[in-house]
């Protein structure tokens, strides 16, 4: 344990800085990207086109992705009960030094079963795609809902990062696993998974609605501020 405490100082230390940027209006606009209900028009535009590019194949994948998140949480709440290091918020150490706006969370926080889900949605959806475009725009979206963790208070960047390992691992292995049994039980019916990729006509979609979902937060919210709403 002593030859960890370094690098849960610098954790620390690393949490408090990044922490540490925050306003009123920043605030607002944090709750609303860490809200996974933000993301539903951005999920359901990728919904869309495994639909339209993968049809028979949808039902599948669906189970795939179902799998994904519920191994990703299962996962990460294993560890985070045998692990038990305090989340930000409750560590005595550092609690008070904290900017704490959204609400504490559970007790413990490691690892971080958003940053696990995220990552694996983005290495299984990617590889499923086939598209260095759709990768970046998720990757973007990744680092941006796993920052979100740390500003409202309740993630280390180590929980976040070991959570995004577990997530990577659980999203290759699955992609494995969907391959497998679409080439052994399914290899009859087309289109093959494997071989059919998103083209740039659909990701420029997906980015216009990522893009038009990030828009919209930033106005909601700045017209709420002018006005004193909130």
Same mark, same amino acid.
């Given at each position: 344990?002593?030859?960890?405490?370094?690098?849960?100082?610098?954790?620390?230390?690393?949490?408090?800085?990044?922490?540490?940027?925050?306003?009123?209006?920043?605030?607002?606009?944090?709750?609303?990207?860490?809200?996974?209900?933000?993301?539903?028009?951005?999920?359901?535009?990728?919904?869309?086109?495994? !639909?339209?590019?993968?049809? #028979?194949?949808?039902?599948?994948?669906? $189970?795939?992705? @179902? /799998?994904?998140? *519920?191994?990703?949480?299962?996962?990460?709440?294993?560890?985070?009960?045998?692990?038990?290091?305090?989340?930000?918020?409750?560590?005595?150490?550092?609690?008070?030094?904290?900017?704490?706006?959204?609400?504490?969370?559970?007790?413990?926080?490691?690892?971080?079963?958003?940053?696990?889900?995220?990552?694996? !949605?983005?290495?299984?959806? #990617?590889?499923?795609?086939?598209?260095? $475009?759709?990768? @970046? /725009?998720?990757? *973007?979206?990744?680092?941006?809902?796993?920052?979100?963790?740390?500003?409202?208070?309740?993630?280390?960047?180590?929980?976040?990062?070991?959570?995004?390992?577990?997530?990577?691992?659980?999203?290759?292995?699955?992609?494995?696993?969907?391959?497998?049994?679409?080439?052994?039980?399914?290899?009859?019916?087309?289109?093959?998974?494997?071989?059919?990729?998103?083209?740039?006509?659909?990701?420029?979609?997906?980015?216009?609605?990522?893009?038009?979902?990030?828009?919209?937060?930033?106005?909601?919210?700045?017209?709420?501020?002018?006005?004193?709403?909130?």
């Amino acid at each position: 344990m002593e030859l960890l405490q370094p690098i849960l100082e610098l954790d620390k230390e690393l949490f408090l800085f990044f922490n540490g940027f925050h306003n009123d209006f920043w605030d607002t606009i944090i709750i609303m990207i860490t809200r996974q209900e933000t993301w539903i028009p951005f999920f359901a535009s990728i919904m869309f086109f495994i !639909i339209k590019n993968y049809r #028979s194949k949808t039902l599948l994948i669906v $189970i795939a992705l @179902a /799998l994904l998140i *519920t191994v990703t949480d299962q996962f990460s709440n294993l560890i985070k009960d045998s692990v038990q290091r305090w989340r930000p918020t409750h560590d005595p150490a550092i609690s008070h030094l904290v900017h704490i706006f959204f609400g504490k969370g559970g007790y413990y926080g490691f690892v971080s079963a958003h940053a696990a889900n995220s990552v694996a !949605i983005l290495v299984l959806t #990617s590889r499923i795609f086939k598209n260095r $475009i759709y990768y @970046a /725009l998720m990757l *973007t979206w990744v680092l941006i809902f796993c920052y979100s963790r740390i500003y409202v208070g309740v993630h280390y960047p180590l929980d976040l990062i070991c959570g995004g390992l577990i997530g990577w691992l659980i999203g290759w292995g699955l992609f494995k696993l969907l391959m497998f049994v679409e080439n052994h039980f399914f290899f009859g019916r087309s289109p093959k998974i494997e071989k059919t990729a998103l083209s740039l006509k659909d990701v420029g979609v997906i980015f216009l609605v990522f893009l038009v979902s990030f828009v919209t937060v930033f106005l909601v919210v700045g017209q709420l501020h002018f006005f004193k709403i909130l």
